[in-house]
């Protein structure tokens, strides 16, 4: 099999790919335990670059510290994360590939030692996987981590990553306001589909204001 499709270029908004193997986000644990890049997690993925993926997407990159769902879990609430943030972009590009970085925010699946405290979550819902308690967030809290993904976006544009990917996906905070089974809120953002769905559709209409028309956006949805 010639595979013609899978080894040719795709453009993606400003975004040109040598071929179409991506490279999915997965968990490695190798970022440092203040949140910075480390030289492991660099010295992986470029090597993945060096075999000639397309496009690799980094795992979880926390929007805010108490978005983490594990203790060592690279961040990108702080300028103080771009110099690492941008070391491994250069890794990537100098090994000819490109590299989206997953923002990413657990909700209620963490746990007080990650999140610094009680986790946050739609409703006050225990997780089903780690019985971890949780409390509601106040409108205050859920327009403050709207702006932290945008402000996140912004900062791995300004690292040199080529796209980002919103995490929507299994069971983190996204996802919890899009289920009825995590979502019980009777504001706005509760209840009705449409409802479920205005904190979602919140983050990414932020995250393509802070960034602009031309940077690729993902968003990953089970």
Not at 106 to 128: D, L, M, N, Q, Y
Request: glycine residues 12%; proline residues 6%; hydrophobic residues 40%.
């Amino acid at each position: 099999m010639k595979l013609e499709h899978l080894f040719s270029p795709i453009r993606i908004n400003s975004m040109t790919l040598k071929n179409r193997a991506v490279m999915p986000p997965m968990g490695t644990g190798y970022g440092n335990a203040d949140g910075t890049v480390g030289n492991r997690l660099i010295q992986y993925l470029a090597r993945r670059a060096r075999g000639g993926t397309g496009l690799i997407i980094t795992e979880v990159c926390a929007v805010d510290p108490r978005g983490k769902a594990f203790l060592n879990e690279i961040g990108a609430w702080s300028d103080i994360f771009i110099p690492g943030l941008t070391r491994l972009t250069e890794a990537i590009h100098g090994e000819g590939g490109k590299i989206a970085l997953q923002l990413h925010h657990a909700g209620r699946e963490t746990f007080e030692a990650a999140a610094g405290g009680k986790p946050e979550a739609p409703s006050p819902i225990p997780s089903v996987v780690l019985g971890q308690p949780c409390e509601e967030m106040s409108p205050a809290r859920i327009a403050f981590v709207i702006d932290a993904f945008a402000r996140a976006a912004i900062r791995a544009k300004k690292a040199g990553f080529d796209a980002v990917e919103i995490h929507g996906a299994h069971g983190y905070l996204l996802n919890q306001f899009l289920s009825p089974f995590s979502n019980q809120r009777t504001d706005e953002y509760g209840g009705s589909e449409e409802n479920r769905c205005r904190f979602v559709l919140a983050v990414v209409a932020a995250v393509r204001a802070a960034v602009g028309p031309g940077f690729p956006v993902i968003i990953r949805v089970s």
